[in-house]
């Protein structure tokens, strides 16, 4: 009866509703009752088509329409499985991932408390070690301290020693010395060779040592001590000469008799050997560096 009105009000023919009453009874077979849902065969195709009244281009078009209708349906359902089958893959998968994070935490926290406890140990042992060794390098510092201490008063006694030698033996050379000068000056001034030996000072002072000291420096610090102790400007070029050693006393015996005893033409031998002329300051200062332990002020005084 519905089907009736409708091809009444529609105004569609009866022939033409019958092929569309029958593919739809196709899709909703294929739709809901999968298991009859195989591929049809073209002769059922052909013979569907021509109830439908299809002839000629018109059937086989159907009939190829139907065909690539069913491949593409068949397709989606494998594709469907398909991912079906993935999802229930992942989904095993995941829970046997979860359930082996689940392991790894548990022995994770066993390996933690194990690792805890091996680090409590190792500090308790590392503390005692320190312990040992602390006092170890204690005895061992005060060992070293008591050796030290004995070397410094053997280097002490030996340096003492070696000055009143050296002392000794420079005191002699500059007497002998001293001799042939005032020999060789009375012979020509007699009287300039007694003033020359009378007036010898021995400065309470270090000897140069070419090895430590500056030969500037040097200068600066007897002529500081000649002035405090107000020693004539005559007498200082054989009381310098008392503390000449090495080089330095070959420059001294090397000056002729009469600028020997003057201090000037000493101060400048000596710092022509020394290169500490204009030139030679010029290539000390270029050259010259911070000593260890030498505050910046000390080494710009020594520099001046």
């Not at 349906?73 to 594709?79: C, P, S, V």
């Not at 994770?108 to 680090?119: G, P, T």
């Not at 001034?189 to 430590?212: I, T, Y």
Request: glycine share 4%; net charge negative; charged share 40%.
């Amino acid at each position: 009866m519905v089907a009736c009105n409708l091809i009444q009000y529609s105004g569609i023919s009866a022939q033409v509703f019958a092929i569309f009453c029958c593919i739809a009874a196709v899709h909703v077979v294929r739709r809901y009752l999968p298991e009859v849902n195989t591929m049809t065969s073209v002769q059922a195709l052909k013979d569907l088509g021509e109830s439908m009244g299809l002839t000629g281009e018109e059937l086989r078009a159907f009939i190829k329409e139907q065909q690539a209708e069913e491949r593409e349906i068949r397709a989606r359902e494998r594709e469907e499985a398909k991912l079906e089958r993935e999802r229930e893959r992942e989904q095993e998968i995941e829970k046997a991932k979860l359930q082996r994070e689940s392991e790894e935490v548990i022995e994770r926290k066993k390996l933690e408390r194990v690792k805890l406890e091996l680090d409590r140990m190792e500090l308790e042992m590392k503390q005692k070690q320190q312990q040992i060794d602390a006092e170890r390098e204690k005895w061992e510092m005060e060992m070293r301290m008591k050796e030290k201490l004995a070397e410094c008063e053997r280097e002490e006694r030996e340096k003492t020693r070696e000055q009143e030698q050296e002392k000794l033996k420079f005191e002699l050379e500059l007497k002998r010395m001293q001799l042939e000068l005032g020999n060789k000056q009375g012979e020509e001034h007699p009287e300039v060779g007694q003033v020359a030996l009378s007036k010898v000072r021995l400065p309470k002072m270090p000897f140069f040592d070419e090895d430590r000291d500056d030969m500037d420096a040097y200068l600066q610090r007897f002529e500081r001590f000649a002035n405090a102790q107000g020693w004539k400007e005559d007498t200082l070029g054989i009381s310098l000469s008392a503390l000449l050693k090495g080089r330095a006393l070959e420059v001294y015996s090397r000056l002729p008799p009469e600028e020997a005893n003057i201090y000037e033409s000493l101060k400048q031998a000596l710092l022509k050997r020394f290169q500490l002329t204009t030139e030679g300051f010029k290539t000390h200062f270029q050259s010259a560096k911070p000593e260890v332990g030498e505050s910046p002020a000390q080494f710009l005084t020594r520099l001046d």
